[in-house]
Each structure stands twice: as structure tokens, then as C-alpha cells.
């Protein structure tokens, strides 16, 4: 199973959200630069970045994202979501040398543009985000709530030809209370490798996501509050500990 340490941007800094609230921010003051080359350091096979300034349609961080790319290419896999919803802004992230985008929003809003964006890309450097609030899918940086759930968001986009699907709960997002695994098998089941997110804050969740037999899991606070080591979690993930 794959790790995904996470960097999410806001103003160029590393921040953490809880439950994606913008006003529930916490800045860990790190260089996203330095902060990515930590975690190559550490052993990191890939890197989860969000824009978070880009989600929330109040600008974007296109350009520390490029140098973290550079920074870090041959060396670790970078993968970055946040308000890509066009297909001129997919091509733009593809085109900092990230190995994979991340939709989310767009599939709600505009579902054809998902099997455009897989033609464009390919499978493998497209995977779709879904975000859920109570079992309904949550667009716009988590600001709106839809009437869809996500089950039925998550068949669709997988008959559409999606293999990778990141599932967060957004209610566990931050806090630190586990995150849903319950819900990311059900949605793996639908046919798409699913990477879980959201509210991991022990090894033993991380161990969990493993045995459930996810393609992966995304660690944010959990990492910068200490309660454990990038490398503790990538032996959790590998079932070494």
C-alpha cells in the first residue's frame, strides 16, 4: 500500500484544515520546497499536494508547486488536487511534471469532462476526488454539500474509465478521530484502486487502511503534530510493523 504524506498550500505556506474550514487553519510555517524535501529524505514515494488558495477560488500556488516539482523530480511521484476544473487547468498542473491531478469539483459540475480528461491525460495521471459529507458529495473546497451521493458519483466516473479514486470524509478531515475505512472499501469495490483520507492519527490506522486492502492512505496533521514519523508510517504501510 502506498503512503501519501500530505502538503497543503495556502498563501504558500503549509497549513492543515479542520474538516476543511477555512477558518480552522493551522500554519505549520514550513517552506512547501523544504517541507516535500523532508519527506524525500524520509523515504516519501509520493507526495499529496492541495492548492488550497486554488479550491477556494481565491488565487493559487502554481508556482511553488512547480519548484516543489522540480526540487523533487527522479526522486519521489507528486500528485496535486485543488480546483483543477477545466481542462486548460489540468493541462497546466501536468505540465509543472507531476505524475498525477486530481479532479473533484468538475465531476460534479461538468461529468463529461471526465472522460475527456482521461483521454487527455491518460488514466494513470488523472484520479477523481470525492468528498463526502454525510454520504453525499461536498464540491468547492468542501463549501457546498450536493444531493448526490457517493456511491453513485463513484460508479459513474469508474464506468467512465477512472482507476484511482481518493476518498475523504470531510467530518474526519483534521480531527484526528480515524478515517473511514468502512467507506473506501465500499467504494474500492466498485472497481477503482480507492486512496483514503482523512482523520489519521495513528499507526495503527495507517495498518488498518493496509489490511482493508486499499491502494493507499494520506497523512497530513498527524505527521507534523509528531505522534508519529514519516518512516514509522511508511513501515505501517509496507506491514513492517
Sequence with gaps: ??????IDIRAGRVVRLIQGEAGRETAY??????????????GARWIHVVDLDRAFGSGDNLGVIRELADRVRGKTRVQVGGGIRTLSALRAVLELGIERAVLGTVVVTEPALVPEALGLAGRERVAVG???????VAIRGWVETTDLLVD???RRVVADGTQTIIYTDVGRDGMLNGPDLAGAVRLQAHGAA????????SLADISGARAAGLHGVIVGRAIYEGRFTV???????????
Aim: charged content about 20%; aromatic content about 4%; glycine content about 12%.
Design 1 to 6: 500500500m502506498d503512503l501519501f504524506p500530505a
Design 29 to 42: 510555517h514550513y517552506d512547501p520546497v523544504a517541507q516535500a524535501e523532508r519527506l524525500v529524505g524520509a
Design 130 to 136: 470525492l468528498d463526502a459529507k454525510g454520504g453525499r
Design 152 to 154: 453513485d458519483v463513484c
Design 194 to 201: 480507492v486512496i483514503v483520507s482523512g482523520g489519521v492519527s
Design 231 to 241: 518512516e514509522q508510517a511508511l513501515e505501517s504501510a509496507r506491514g513492517a510493523c
